[in-house]
C-alpha cells in the first residue's frame, strides 16, 4: 500500500514555461514533506521541503504547495529550464519515525528547448 | 565536497557471492539508512541506524545486514545476492531531532550475474 503516490510517471514541459509535479499521501501522521531530485546514475538530491504547518514555501524558482486537507502537495518550477529535466521525487516522514523518508515512485520530466 | 560517499559506484557480483557496500559521511549525522531503488520504483528503507542502534525494517530479507561499526561507516551486507536484489543501493544520513532533510550519496548499481 502506497503511502505516497506521485500519479504522473512523466512530464514534458517546454523552456520558460510552468511545471507542475504532484503528490498525494494517505498516512495522516505525515509532518515534513520534501522534494527530491535525480539525475540518472546518481543519488537523489535535496530540492525544497515544507512542514505541515504551512502551506507554502518559496525557493527561487521552486515552490511547494501543501493541501493538507486533500493531503496533496505539489512542486512549481518557474520558469522552467532544460537543465531541470530529471525525475523528482516526494517524500515524507513524521515525528518519532527518525527521519525515515517514504517516498513516491518519482515524476520523470522534461524541459524541452 | 561529496559529504556522502558511497564505494563502489558499480559493482559486479555473482549469484550467491556475499558482497558488502560502503558508505562514508563527513555531516557527523546520528542516523544512517540503507535505502533500495529498482527501476521505476520508489526507494524503499531497507534499515537505519541511529547512533548505534539498529532498526530494521519488517518486509527487509535476511539476506540483507548492516553494520556501523563509527558515527562515519556504515556498511550493506548482501550474504547471497539472488537476480532479484539487482539495483541501486542509496545511502543516507540526517540529523534528528528537527525538521531537515537527509543527504544521500551517489549510490552503488549492484549488478548480479
Redesign the interface.
Known amino acids: 500500500d502506497q503511502q505516497v503516490k506521485q500519479n504522473s510517471p512523466s512530464l514534458s514541459v517546454q523552456e520558460g514555461r510552468i511545471s507542475i509535479l504532484n503528490c498525494d499521501y494517505t498516512n495522516s501522521m505525515f509532518d515534513y514533506f520534501l522534494w527530491y531530485k535525480k539525475y540518472p546514475a546518481e543519488g537523489p538530491t535535496f530540492l525544497i521541503s515544507i512542514s505541515s504547518i504551512k502551506d507554502k514555501n518559496e525557493d527561487g524558482r521552486f515552490t511547494v504547495f501543501l493541501n493538507k486537507s486533500a493531503k496533496h502537495l505539489s512542486l512549481h518550477i518557474v520558469p522552467s529550464q532544460p537543465g531541470d529535466s530529471a525525475v523528482y521525487f516526494c517524500a515524507a516522514h513524521y515525528q518519532g519515525s527518525q527521519g525515515n523518508l517514504i517516498f513516491g515512485k518519482g515524476t520523470k520530466l522534461s524541459v524541452k528547448p | 565536497d561529496a559529504m556522502?560517499i558511497?564505494n563502489p559506484?558499480y559493482q559486479v557480483t555473482q549469484f550467491g557471492k556475499p558482497v558488502t557496500l560502503s558508505c562514508s559521511q563527513t555531516l557527523n549525522h546520528n542516523?544512517m539508512?540503507w535505502?533500495q531503488q529498482k527501476s521505476?520504483?520508489?526507494?524503499?528503507?531497507l534499515f537505519?541506524y541511529?547512533d548505534k542502534d539498529f532498526?530494521n525494517e519488517a518486509d527487509t530479507p535476511d539476506n540483507f545486514q548492516s553494520r556501523r561499526p563509527n558515527t562515519s561507516f556504515c556498511f550493506l551486507d548482501i550474504r547471497s545476492p539472488g537476480l532479484g536484489d539487482a539495483a541501486m543501493y542509496?545511502c543516507?544520513t540526517?540529523r534528528?531531532g528537527m525538521?531537515?532533510?537527509?543527504?544521500?550519496?551517489?549510490?552503488t548499481?549492484l549488478t548480479v550475474v
Open positions: 556522502v558511497q559506484r542516523v539508512y535505502y521505476s520504483q520508489a526507494p524503499k528503507l537505519h541511529y532498526n542509496l543516507a540526517s534528528v525538521n531537515t532533510e537527509a543527504f544521500f550519496g551517489q549510490g548499481r
